[in-house]
């Protein structure tokens, strides 16, 4: 039902386009896993909230690069998934930050973990699956040239993990280190 108030008009029960905007975000976060995930919810439960990153990127040419930034990890879709957003902070002299973010989610049939990560910027769509190894958590796939990936994350503590991309032109015989991010949980 439309009402007119002086020269505009508004609609009873229509949300600002602020509040729109954000009612996408209210709806997909969760306060925690789903209870249908029971153990498989600590493989990655562990890593909600906020992490400070040092981010170290190796180039092919021998060169290495720095960055800061941030990960925020939550749960998401009624607990049923984990989002987490990766944030570099913009460097010396540029005006944007490189993001990219990852939907994970326990596929009950696999009995692994599947994940998609995002980087708009960068052109870049992921998809790998896997689980608990040892002490890590170790996530594997190919990449749109062909190339294997192996994504970890190690040295699990409370407030700190390493977070590890590599990857093989040889089918996982041998691996690269392409990027290791030391993680340290906000306080």
Known sequence: M????GCGVE??????????????IDALSASGPHPSLGDEARVFDRL?????????????????????????????????????????????GKDERGIGTTIRFFDHKLKKWRIVFVSPAYDALVTLQGGVE????????????????????NDIQPNSFT?????????????TLEEEHH???RS
């Open 2 to 5: 439309l009402f007119l108030i």
């Open 11 to 24: 609609t009873r029960g229509a949300q600002r386009p602020r509040e729109a905007r954000q009612a996408m």
């Open 48 to 92: 909600a909230g906020t992490w400070d990153c040092d981010y170290t990127f190796y180039a092919k040419n021998g060169s290495v690069r720095h960055a800061k930034g941030e990960i925020n990890f939550g749960w998401i879709i009624d607990g049923r998934a984990m989002q987490d957003i990766w944030i570099t902070y913009p460097a010396k």
């Open 134 to 153: 040892g002490n890590a958590i170790v996530l594997r796939g190919v990449d749109d040239q062909g190339t294997s990936l192996r994504w970890s994350f």
């Open 163 to 175: 977070w590890r991309g590599e990857t093989s032109g040889d089918g996982g015989k041998t691996w």
């Open 183 to 185: 993680m340290t949980r």
